[in-house]
């Protein structure tokens, strides 16, 4: 083994012992053990997307959708077992008495070219250290994971212009299919769906009957750890949790005093369907102002927990026209859970349009309204339809569609 000192402890074969050393091996064997035994079902095509030339790189996205499975991808893609690049998770007690800076430099002394860096919020000065490293090592690059919560730029202006950021979303209901049903279809922009809509139903039901799979996926198929031996609802309940316990009070840096509040206000919006939320009610029942309501919701949004939709020409710190959850998945781990197929399907539509697309509420008779162009109806049934100039049904429970009249499964086929 090789014996690459660093400051820390210097644990000998008898003795650890205070203010000596630590071997980097350590680092080392944790990467190759994580690496050797990584499990990961679907390639996120977000490792396409990105411009992995870019020097210092922020991957952003909500708890639980697989930000460490896609590091160590990257690495063992990239690098295999090759020692120049290096994972390394902010939880490591190390750090709590070390930079990052202090430790990319001895990193960088051993050849290291690509340091990946899990949960980089929990360092303090996280955005100085990264802005050192990037100033002081400038043939290293930077890969770092944080939570959505963060607004990289917008709150660390040390890092505007450096950095490249990049959002992980959960999985799309076209790689839960293509992970059950052993398919590999592609991704379709928006516009090809709407004019092309039948021949790719015709190409994916020539294959799979989607529907067989699209009640799994709004119930549990968005996080990717139920792939895991373990209950998926408990699961969900406890990244939920820390969520609103790390995510935002950590990062938004609010007094542990306050988190009942909010989790109340969450569990309030949750179980009274995508209305209008009335602020005034919840801040009584909250026992809070109005005005903290609203920043409550924006903080439960920017976890990740909630969508907002607003009328067009509208947005915070104006109240939202609708409050729904996140992905449809939440709403079937709340209690008591409120299953009301229109919220459901409505959670679904949005959040899957949410990743390339601004989505508002629609005019009068109809559900949302897309990029500010299209009008929507999201359906249970296909009913009484007219063909209009930019406006089209996605309706529930149906396999192939006809004229504007669209599956709502297909868009789950946008990314």
């Known amino acids: 083994?090789?014996?690459?000192?660093?400051?820390?402890?210097?644990?000998?074969?008898?003795?650890?012992?205070?203010?000596?050393?630590?071997?980097?091996?350590?680092?080392?064997?944790?990467?190759?053990?994580?690496?050797?035994?990584?499990?990961?079902?679907?390639?996120?095509?977000?490792?396409?997307?990105i411009d992995w030339s870019s020097r210092m790189i922020g991957i952003k996205g909500t708890r639980g959708v697989g930000k460490t499975t896609f590091l160590l991808q990257y690495a063992k893609e990239k690098f295999g077992r090759d020692r120049s690049c290096l994972y390394i998770n902010m939880n490591n007690f190390y750090f709590q008495g070390h930079g990052i800076a202090e430790f990319a430099g001895e990193f960088h002394k051993l050849g290291g070219k690509v340091l990946l860096i899990d949960q980089v919020f929990k360092h303090p000065d996280?955005?100085?250290?990264l802005r050192k490293c990037y100033d002081m090592y400038p043939d290293l690059k930077i890969i770092f994971t944080g939570s959505s919560v963060m607004r990289l730029k917008e709150e660390n202006p040390e890092l505007n212009g450096i950095v490249s950021s990049y959002n992980l979303r959960g999985f799309s209901f076209r790689e839960f299919l293509n992970l059950k049903?052993?398919?590999?279809?592609?991704?379709?922009?928006?516009?090809?769906?709407?004019?092309?809509?039948?021949?790719?139903?015709?190409?994916?039901?020539?294959?799979?009957?989607?529907?067989?799979?699209?009640?799994?996926?709004?119930?549990?198929?968005f996080y990717p750890f139920f792939l895991q031996q373990r209950n998926f609802s408990e699961n969900l309940l406890k990244?939920?949790?820390?969520?609103?316990?790390?995510?935002?009070?950590?990062?938004?840096?609010?007094?542990?005093?306050?988190?009942?509040?909010?989790?109340?206000?969450?569990?309030?919006?949750?179980?009274?369907?995508?209305?209008?939320?009335?602020?005034?009610?919840?801040?009584?029942?909250?026992e809070t102002s109005r005005a903290t309501v609203m920043n409550y919701i924006k903080y439960l949004a920017d976890a990740r927990l909630i969508n907002m939709v607003y009328a067009k020409g509208e947005s915070f710190p104006k109240k939202p026209c609708r409050v729904m959850m996140h992905n449809?998945?939440?709403?079937?781990?709340?209690?008591?859970?409120?299953?009301?197929?229109?919220?459901?399907?409505?959670?679904?539509?949005v959040n899957s349009m949410w990743k390339d697309h601004v989505v508002h509420k629609g005019a009068k008779g109809w559900s949302f309204l897309v990029d500010g162009q299209v009008n929507f109806k999201v359906a249970t049934q296909e009913g009484k339809t007219r063909v209009q100039p930019d406006s089209f049904y996605a309706v529930d429970g149906m396999e192939i569609g006809h004229d504007n009249v669209i599956p709502l499964w297909m868009f789950g086929m946008l990314y």
């Open 328 to 349: 449809s998945n939440l709403i079937y781990t709340i209690y008591p859970p409120r299953q009301d197929r229109q919220d459901v399907i409505d959670t679904f539509f």
């Open 181 to 221: 049903a052993g398919t590999n279809f592609k991704a379709h922009r928006m516009d090809d769906i709407l004019k092309n809509h039948t021949e790719i139903a015709r190409e994916v039901l020539s294959q799979v009957n989607p529907l067989q799979y699209f009640q799994d996926y709004v119930h549990h198929g």
């Open 239 to 286: 990244t939920m949790n820390m969520m609103m316990e790390v995510d935002i009070l950590l990062i938004k840096q609010i007094d542990l005093k306050y988190l009942a509040k909010i989790k109340k206000l969450f569990y309030l919006m949750a179980v009274s369907g995508t209305s209008a939320p009335n602020v005034s009610q919840l801040a009584a029942e909250t």
């Open 1 to 49: 083994m090789q014996n690459v000192e660093f400051l820390y402890y210097l644990c000998s074969p008898r003795t650890c012992v205070r203010g000596r050393a630590i071997s980097m091996e350590q680092f080392f064997r944790t990467h190759d053990y994580l690496v050797e035994h990584l499990e990961a079902s679907v390639r996120r095509d977000l490792m396409d997307e």
């Open 126 to 129: 996280w955005s100085k250290e």
